[in-house]
């Protein structure tokens, strides 16, 4: 064979994959995913997974490594298909100048891994812990989007997502330690409970996801709902005394039926100076929530770079809006 047929049989399926990834990703994806697509994706990748850990030795001690090669390889897709599903709500989520900003990019590197079989087989499948921790994140990354499609808050579905992920470890954990089941779920759900907590604790470097801040933008006013005189540059301390204030307009992307409190956090030169609430998100409409806030108290010296965070009521950043008063 030529060099070049050995390439594309190494490689060849991988990049295809890559190419249908990235057109998912960038085209076909516009939308919020499917929750029961996710969670079947999850239940489907859960039950291969704790099949596969149980047989996986006597499939060995038989000689049926071509069964378990196929199962590793199912195990590999669906993690691939689950990340899929994933990316476009958390790119959507995602703050590039914020902490949130990791996870996105632990996503994005599990899916090139998934998405490349010789890096898989060299880097995931010969290593139990990999394997666990593929499972673990595609989890809690599935159900932290899904849970907030049915209608829970995104605070409540990421302690639950976290639970989960760490719980569904339990079969794992029992094989690789061989302990009774009934020790490993206690045990489990003790780490568990400590994930959960590990994940509020730490909400603020997690995407909201399916929260997103749509075109955001400093104006004059807002009427009916729309937003009047649009500041395309820097805004003068003339313009800012001239228009009596400025306005924070926010249109936020959710799902139907979500229901979230949110706040406009104010910031000059990255001190907060303002924290307004405001009404609570509603989901369901296309082009976005319309939030704003107005804010006509300004300091004795407003010249400076200012940002204004957009927030859920447990401190989780949807969006940031940037601008510079000049004198």
């Given amino acids: 064979m ?6 594309l049989r190494r490689w060849g399926i991988s990049l295809a994959s890559l190419v249908g990834g990235l057109l998912t ?6 939308d919020l995913p499917d929750a029961a697509w996710i969670i079947g994706y999850v239940l489907l990748l859960w039950l291969v ?5 149980q047989v996986r030795e006597v499939l060995e001690a038989r000689g049926h490594l071509r069964v378990v090669g196929a199962a590793h390889y199912a195990i590999q897709t669906l993690c691939h298909g689950i990340l899929l599903f994933l990316l476009p709500a958390y790119w959507a989520s995602t703050t590039a100048t914020s902490v949130n900003a990791v996870f996105l990019g632990v996503l994005v590197v599990l899916a090139l891994v998934a998405t490349f079989d010789p890096w898989y087989r060299v880097l995931v499948q010969p290593y139990p812990w990999a394997t666990a921790v593929f499972l673990l994140v595609s989890i809690f990354g599935a159900l932290n ?11 409540g579905a990421l302690v639950a997502s976290a639970f989960l992920a760490v719980l569904a470890l339990t079969p794992t954990v029992r094989r690789a330690r061989a302990w009774p089941w009934l020790r490993t779920l206690g045990l489990m759900t003790l780490a568990a409970l400590l994930g959960a907590w590990a994940a509020s604790a730490g ?13 955001g933008t400093m104006v004059r006013a807002v009427v009916d709902g729309n937003p009047v005189g649009v500041f395309r540059g820097p805004i003068s301390v003339a313009d800012l005394r001239e228009s009596g204030g400025l306005v924070a307009y926010t249109p936020i992307h959710a799902p139907v ?8 956090v104010w910031r000059l030169r990255g001190r907060v100076v303002d924290v307004v609430s405001l009404s609570p998100v ?5 082009e976005g929530f319309r939030t704003y806030s107005r804010k006509t108290g300004f300091p004795s010296d407003p010249v400076g770079r200012w940002s204004v965070d957009v927030v859920t009521e447990s401190g989780q950043l949807i969006g940031r809006l940037r601008f510079r008063i000049t004198p």
């Avoid at 989007?145 to 605070?155: C, D, I, K, N, S």
């Avoid at 909400?203 to 075109?215: C, Y």
């Fill in 2 to 7: 030529t060099r070049a047929v050995l390439w």
């Fill in 25 to 30: 990703l960038f085209v076909f994806r516009r």
């Fill in 49 to 53: 997974v704790a099949v596969i850990t």
């Fill in 145 to 155: 989007v899904a849970l907030p499609l049915v209608g829970m808050r995104p605070q």
């Fill in 203 to 215: 909400r603020a470097w997690i995407p909201p996801a399916p929260l997103s801040l749509g075109r």
């Fill in 257 to 264: 039926g979500l229901h979230q409190p949110v706040a406009h």
């Fill in 282 to 286: 509603r989901g369901g409409r296309r």
